[in-house]
């Protein structure tokens, strides 16, 4: 099992931590522009340039927002607000990830086989399809050297 897989841990938690990372980068004017955003309604941060992630970034969090609902639901660690707080937040995340899954099919073929266990709750899905991927080095990398802190220090818009 990866260690991105499982109840929250130490090691899960860890995992996701360091896959999550840098969350933020540093984006310049040139770059909202090509991304047609208006550089007067962007992030301004205290340092100079615009607060921006990358999509993937974005995905991951939803996915590990997900995870981290489906087991904290079954205990009774959460407040009602907390409940209504992550409903809101994973629709838009199953949202985003419909977009995303929609936008880069993986025409990959998967088939099914019958599992080993007698009382087996679903099909074991394979795929033997070669993927083609990005360099997950190169991605961390790029956003690591124009990484902005976690909690950055943002510029309110002036009114």
Same mark, same amino acid.
């Given at each position: ?11 899960? %938690? ?29 992030? %301004? ?71 080993? *266990? *007698? ?21 961390? *990398?790029?956003?690591? %050297?124009?990484?902005? *802190? ?10």
């Amino acid at each position: 099992m990866a260690d991105f897989q499982g109840a929250p841990s130490n090691v899960t %938690r860890e995992a996701w931590t360091a896959l999550l990372q840098p969350f933020y980068f540093n984006a310049s004017s040139s770059e909202l522009s090509t991304a047609d955003v208006p550089s007067q309604t962007a992030v %301004r941060v205290k340092n100079g340039g615009y607060l921006a992630s990358l999509g993937v970034y974005h995905e991951l969090h939803c996915l590990n927002q997900m995870r981290n609902f489906l087991y904290l639901r079954t205990s009774s660690a959460l407040s009602a607000s907390q409940i209504d707080y992550y409903h809101t937040h994973l629709d838009h995340c199953i949202e985003v990830l419909r977009l995303s899954s929609m936008c880069n099919a993986d025409l990959s073929l998967y088939t099914f086989t019958w599992p080993k *266990e *007698e009382n087996f709750t679903f099909l074991d899905a394979h795929s033997k399809t070669p993927r083609k991927c990005v360099d997950w080095t190169q991605v961390e *990398e790029w956003s690591d %050297r124009r990484k902005v *802190e976690l909690a950055p220090t943002v510029i309110m818009p002036e009114e």
